[in-house]
């Protein structure tokens, strides 16, 4: 696993170009949101099927469905061997 921890002060532009360099489409991902607890559980799995202006695109969900805008994302994490 590779991970990326975006700053918290990072704006979603920011954050849109770290996410970009560390994932590709077809990458599996967990996302933990900004603002998760420490409850040891991810907040979103998924296969990036898309790295759309303001959201990465999980699984071909819209960012209401399923996948996360740039701006709520605070780690990402590239799972290998999925």
Known sequence: ?????????ADQDEAAALVREHVDVGDVVQ????????DGDHDVTGKVTG??????????QSPES???RYDEIGTVIRVEGQ
């Open 51 to 60: 790295i759309e202006p303001g959201y990465l695109e999980l699984e071909g």
């Open 1 to 9: 696993m590779t991970e990326l921890d975006v700053p918290p002060d």
């Open 66 to 68: 399923g996948s996360v």
């Open 31 to 38: 996302i933990w949101e900004r603002d998760r607890t420490d």
